[in-house]
């Protein structure tokens, strides 16, 4: 064998090599993909019922999502693409999930799922998405704590605007330890929530 055909076979080799790592890099990063997204899904459609009051807490997790729809101006819940929202029904109740946005939070954006029935009260906000500290900023999960459930109940005239804001800010609601910025963007976005409510989901009972 000349040097020359060596040098070609190496090469060749070499190649061959390159192609199945890249092949075997590219299918572990597509089935982790695939896996990661399908938890993030299961987890998403747990935290849809647990916003849901405990009246409309049975239904089955198929009839919640069948019962998407299209938000008009998902903009004003900080999407930048069309979004759907979900309007479960059972009897004489009715409760809006409406998925929000929000890139205030200490490290990048916040994913909520605020429930509010034909009242305009909120019936369950949980995260359904963060990145924030851990130990800090990651007490808006309902696990860490029940931070998240000071929202129960809570309708747009319950506070003055002055009140939706934390404490640090003169509002209501009250901050962690070392992590301001966490809960702020949080209870901004809830906010966000109800008034986007109250202005583009009209088909809801006035809140006594």
């Given at each position: 064998m000349t040097t020359q055909q060596a040098m070609l076979r190496g090469a060749l080799a070499l190649g061959l090599f390159s192609l199945v790592t890249a092949g075997s890099v590219a299918l572990t990063r597509a089935v982790t993909a695939e896996r990661i997204a399908?938890?993030?899904?299961?987890?998403?459609?747990?935290?849809?019922?647990?916003?849901?009051?405990?009246?409309?807490?049975?239904?089955?997790?198929?009839?919640?999502?069948?019962s998407a729809f299209s938000l008009p101006d998902p903009e004003q819940l900080g999407h930048r693409a069309p979004q759907e929202g979900w309007r479960v029904q059972q009897g004489s109740e009715t409760t809006t999930i409406l998925p929000v946005v929000t890139r205030q939070g200490y490290n990048g954006e916040i994913r909520l799922l605020v429930g509010i029935n034909q009242e305009g009260r909120i019936t369950g906000v949980r995260v359904a998405y963060h990145q924030e500290t851990p130990g800090l900023g990651d007490d808006i999960e309902r696990s860490r704590s029940d931070w998240i459930t000071?929202?129960?109940g809570l309708s747009l005239e319950s506070l003055p605007p002055s009140g939706w804001a934390v404490h640090k800010?003169?509002?209501?609601?009250?901050?962690?330890?070392?992590?301001?910025?966490?809960?702020?963007?949080?209870?901004?976005?809830?906010?966000?929530?109800?008034?986007?409510?109250?202005?583009?989901?009209?088909?809801?009972?006035?809140?006594?």
């Open positions: 399908a938890h993030q899904l299961a987890y998403q459609h747990r935290q849809l019922q647990e916003v849901l009051p405990a009246s409309l807490a049975s239904v089955p997790v198929q009839a919640v999502l069948e000071s929202f129960n800010d003169g509002g209501e609601f009250d901050s962690f330890t070392g992590a301001t910025i966490t809960p702020r963007a949080v209870v901004n976005a809830v906010h966000d929530a109800l008034g986007y409510f109250h202005h583009h989901l009209p088909n809801k009972e006035p809140t006594p």
